[in-house]
């Protein structure tokens, strides 16, 4: 077509002279820089979502957004109630209706939606991007919850029949902690200690003094101490205020030892003054004196002791006591002696066994350092396995004749057991005739046993072959998974050919587009290597224009035919997409026929089950 134009235009000036003035317009085409930003983020956000078609450039910016937006309201595993079916290079009137039903479908989403189809076909980015971005959350958001769900689906499968190493060892240990918590609740739960008489007349703060007192517990206005806190006796000092917390302090220890002296113990004892008095009176301090004035007591009863008795009598006494003294301690020497040589000799034995084990540990550390060496080989890797396949024969067979012989050792043993009872029960002895007809009916009974045998393992191999062709059988779900699969499949191998084939279309393009531009090459460059001689007379002009007659009916002729080609593929076209839009509508009405179909299964699987309740009941 642009060689037909060329070759009329240059005919043209050839015949009529005339100068073709063209007059270039320019057009300010503005772009909305916003819509394009928009654009850019919209595909940027498919993609960032999982959306990987919108990568391929074949694709309009019409199909890359709205396949997206299909795409995700399917991901965000949502009820709609909407059939969306989006088909890529759509005509008008699909475009229209699919747009209709992505808006139906986001409003029964989000109520809040203010997207209009109209928005969707003429790509109003500005107002489609808030939209895919709500699109893509909700998409993310039901995938986390399909992923957690799974999780904890896999979790509770996997405690159904396992355990981690962490849990187990809390569950052997479990106890320990149980008895351990239960001891010390029981050794530091409250006790009481002292119970209190009647008291008629008391204040509610002395009752409660009371009552913490019978548990050994003392609350109170305690003495401050200047050492400890300096700055805050200092303070009080300034303020007046030390005299009064002092008075208070021996005040309230006033009316706890009044309180003490109206408690008797918990074992109905009555409880001394001076006691009660020692006992609050002393603290971690007071163990140091109380130990000092026992030494001093002792050694004053001691002197007086020396002072009552003559000195004779007590020489001997104390030489008597130190003699038996003595004697004691001879006999604890001998025997910690005694202790410490067998001690010794124990610990000698260990120290030897020590040596010994050590030298065993340092000969299998080095045979074990010279086998590794060997098992690094290549060369000996075969020798190895054959080897750990002969240990494990010989693990098995060790195993199995350690069995066999512990099982030969249980019948012996009862057998026995029989023969004794037997014995001790008197029986009878079987003469030769009578063992021989019972060994004879052994036989035959043993013959039997094994023929049955035989038909009992010819039943089982039976069984588990029909078994085998049984599991070979795909389930349902199975077959439903076996479906999908073959549906992607069948998709992606479209959707390649499809790409394939357009590239086949676009490259036989370009191969005719470049053999015509050569041909025009060819033709303009004859001519314009031919004008010039033509111009010189005129019957070569005359046989130039002839020529270039010739040549523009053959490309008339040409264009007509193309044309021709290019009309019979419009009406193909035009057949071929009617047939496919025919079939897209079976292909909807199938996909509403089976959906149709399952939830009438499901429906009749529910009131089967329910049936078979009310029978079971009845």
Same mark, same amino acid.
């Given at each position: 077509v642009t060689l037909w134009r060329t070759m009329t235009s240059v005919f043209q000036r050839a015949r009529k002279g005339i100068k073709a003035q063209d007059e270039d317009t320019e057009f300010d085409v503005r772009e909305d820089e916003e819509q394009a930003v928009k654009q850019d983020?919209?595909?940027?956000?498919?993609?960032?979502?999982?959306?990987?078609?919108?990568?391929?450039?074949?694709?309009?910016?019409f199909d890359k957004v709205v396949g997206g937006m299909v795409w995700c309201i399917t991901a965000s595993n949502v009820d709609v109630d909407v059939d969306l079916l989006f088909q890529e290079n759509s005509t008008i009137g699909q475009k229209i209706m699919l747009t209709e039903k992505i808006v139906e479908a986001l409003n029964r989403m989000n109520k809040n939606m203010t997207l209009?189809? $109209?928005?969707?076909?003429?790509?109003?980015?500005? +107002?489609?991007?808030?939209?895919?971005?709500?699109?893509?959350?909700?998409?993310? #958001? =039901?995938? %986390?919850?399909?992923?957690?769900?799974?999780?904890?689906?896999?979790?509770?499968?996997?405690?159904?029949?396992?355990?981690?190493?962490?849990?187990? /060892?809390f569950e052997n240990r479990k106890p320990t902690f149980l008895g351990s918590l239960h001891l010390a609740k029981e050794n530091y739960k409250p006790r009481r200690q002292y119970k209190p008489k009647k008291m008629r007349k008391a204040v509610d703060e002395m009752r409660v003094q009371a009552t913490l007192l019978e548990y050994g517990r003392r609350y109170g206005v305690s003495k401050k101490k200047k050492e400890d806190n300096k700055d805050k006796a200092a303070i009080a000092q300034k303020l007046g205020d030390d005299e009064d917390d002092e008075d208070a302090a021996h005040k309230e220890e006033e009316n706890i030892k009044k309180l003490m002296t109206g408690m008797a113990d918990a074992s109905d004892g009555v409880v001394s003054s001076d =006691?009660?008095?020692?006992?609050? *009176? !002393?603290?971690?301090?007071?163990?140091?004196?109380?130990?000092? &004035?026992?030494?001093?007591? +002792?050694?004053?009863?001691?002197?007086?002791?020396?002072?009552?008795?003559?000195? !004779? =009598?007590?020489?001997k006494r104390a030489v008597t006591a130190l003699n038996k003294q003595i004697q004691k301690l001879t006999e604890k020497l001998a025997q910690a002696r005694a202790e410490y040589g067998q001690v010794e000799g124990v610990a000698?034995? =260990?120290?030897?066994?020590?040596?010994?084990?050590?030298?065993?540990?340092?000969?299998? #550390? /080095? &045979?074990?350092?010279?086998?590794? $060496?060997?098992?690094?080989?290549?060369?000996?890797?075969?020798?190895?396995?054959?080897?750990?396949?002969?240990?494990?024969?010989?693990?098995?067979?060790?195993?199995?004749l350690k069995n066999f012989k512990g099982t030969c050792q249980s019948e012996m043993e009862g057998w026995q057991d029989r023969i004794d009872d037997l014995k001790a029960s008197g029986a009878i002895h079987i003469d030769e005739e009578r063992a021989a007809e019972i060994m004879a009916q052994f036989s035959v009974e043993t013959e039997k046993l094994n023929k049955m045998r035989v038909k009992a393992s010819k039943k089982? %191999?039976?069984?588990?072959?029909?078994?085998?062709?049984?599991?070979?059988?795909?389930?349902?779900?199975?077959?439903?998974?076996?479906?999908?699969?073959?549906?992607?499949?069948?998709?992606?191998?479209?959707?390649?050919?499809? /790409? !394939?084939?357009?590239f086949i279309t676009l490259y036989n393009i370009n191969k005719d587009v470049e053999k015509y531009f050569n041909k025009e090459q060819t033709l303009l460059t004859s001519i314009h290597e031919n004008f010039p001689k033509a111009m010189k007379s005129k019957g070569n002009t005359q046989a130039f224009l002839t020529q270039l007659d010739s040549i523009l009916e053959g490309i008339n002729k040409n264009k007509q035919l193309l044309l021709n080609r290019s009309e019979e593929?419009?009406?193909?076209?035009?057949?071929?997409?009617?047939? $496919?839009?025919?079939?897209?509508?079976?292909?909807?009405?199938?996909?509403? *026929?089976?959906?149709?179909? #399952?939830?009438?299964?499901?429906?009749? &699987?529910?009131?089967?089950?329910?049936? #078979?309740?009310?029978?079971?009941? *009845?």
């Open positions: 983020e919209t595909i940027q956000l498919l993609l960032a979502a999982g959306y990987f078609r919108a990568r391929i450039k074949g694709l309009s910016v209009e189809p $109209h928005q969707i076909q003429g790509m109003d980015f500005k +107002s489609i991007f808030p939209v895919v971005q709500w699109l893509v959350k909700r998409t993310f #958001e =039901a995938r %986390r919850e399909r992923e957690k769900m799974i999780r904890r689906r896999a979790m509770v499968q996997f405690h159904r029949s396992f355990q981690t190493p962490e849990e187990v /060892e =006691a009660i008095e020692s006992m609050f *009176t !002393t603290q971690s301090a007071t163990i140091a004196e109380l130990s000092s &004035e026992y030494a001093k007591h +002792s050694a004053e009863m001691s002197a007086s002791e020396q002072e009552r008795g003559s000195g !004779t =009598a007590a020489h000698q034995q =260990a120290h030897d066994h020590l040596f010994q084990v050590r030298e065993k540990k340092r000969e299998l #550390e /080095e &045979e074990t350092e010279r086998l590794d $060496h060997l098992e690094g080989d290549d060369a000996n890797k075969p020798i190895i396995a054959q080897l750990q396949k002969y240990v494990n024969m010989y693990d098995t067979f060790r195993s199995q089982t %191999r039976q069984i588990a072959l029909i078994q085998r062709k049984m599991d070979e059988i795909p389930s349902r779900a199975e077959l439903a998974q076996y479906q999908r699969r073959f549906n992607d499949l069948n998709e992606q191998m479209n959707g390649k050919y499809r /790409e !394939t084939k357009q593929e419009k009406t193909r076209r035009d057949g071929l997409r009617d047939e $496919h839009l025919a079939l897209l509508d079976m292909e909807r009405v199938y996909t509403k *026929t089976v959906r149709d179909y #399952e939830r009438e299964m499901a429906k009749n &699987e529910k009131l089967t089950a329910r049936l #078979e309740r009310v029978y079971t009941k *009845t």
